[in-house]
């Protein structure tokens, strides 16, 4: 009994999130009409026009045309019951996330983040980000290529993880709104937070399951 109630709960949560996810992501995608074309009195393009100039407006452009491509296939991708039943796609809209990452995402992210509004906190955050989030795409797809599916999966679930960060950034400004945190520090201690803590909980709970499975079983006689 306590086994399927633990199961339902962790469905519903799931549900929860995938559907809190899908409407943060129909809001950022509502936003990009105050990108084309740019402007400059709307809140992420706030002060930005002295930079919104040369590789700056390419890198941005690609950033958020190839991010959520990216979030999406990903979603897609880490479904156990897609990449069983359908082998093939799997395979191949994986080697499209992978280049979305390593040739858009990534690469963007990274110049972007040293024009951070915030200063130097947040843009070496969201630095970091990007790079982790790369290393995540370029070691799972080496593990596909060696065929070790098990890291291939752990690699690609912490990209995934990674690429939600654009989410969980909102998630955390949306309770700041909601709480009324004004602190300078709000914003650079997000862009740390929005992929640090997710991170680390997961690999808390692969620790903590993989602990569990390997603890040794105790016969009596």
Request: with cysteine; hydrophobic share 50%; proline share 5%.
């Amino acid at each position: 009994m306590n086994d399927r109630r633990n199961a339902t709960l962790i469905v519903v949560l799931v549900l929860t999130l995938w559907l809190l996810g899908v409407k943060t992501l129909l809001a950022i995608l509502v936003s990009y009409r105050d990108y084309f074309p740019p402007d400059f009195t709307s809140d992420f393009l706030w002060g930005r026009e002295p930079a919104f100039r040369g590789i700056y407006r390419e890198a941005f452009y690609l950033h958020i045309l190839s991010g959520p491509v990216a979030l999406l296939l990903g979603s897609i991708l880490i479904s156990r019951s897609v990449r069983s039943r359908f082998p093939r796609l799997h395979r191949s809209l994986g080697r499209v996330q992978i280049a979305v990452i390593l040739l858009g995402v990534a690469p963007s992210g990274l110049w972007m983040a040293g024009f951070a509004e915030s200063g130097l906190v947040a843009g070496y955050g969201f630095g970091f980000l990007a790079v982790a989030t790369g290393c995540c795409a370029a070691m799972g797809w080496r593990a596909a290529i060696a065929r070790r599916f098990d890291d291939h999966r752990r690699w690609m679930t912490r990209c995934f993880i990674l690429l939600c960060s654009a989410l969980t950034l909102r998630w955390i400004g949306g309770l700041g709104t909601i709480f009324g945190v004004e602190s300078p520090w709000a914003y650079p201690l997000a862009a740390w937070a929005s992929w640090l803590i997710p991170l680390l909980g997961w690999e808390l709970l692969v620790h903590c399951r993989n602990r569990r499975f390997e603890r040794p079983v105790h016969t009596t006689i």
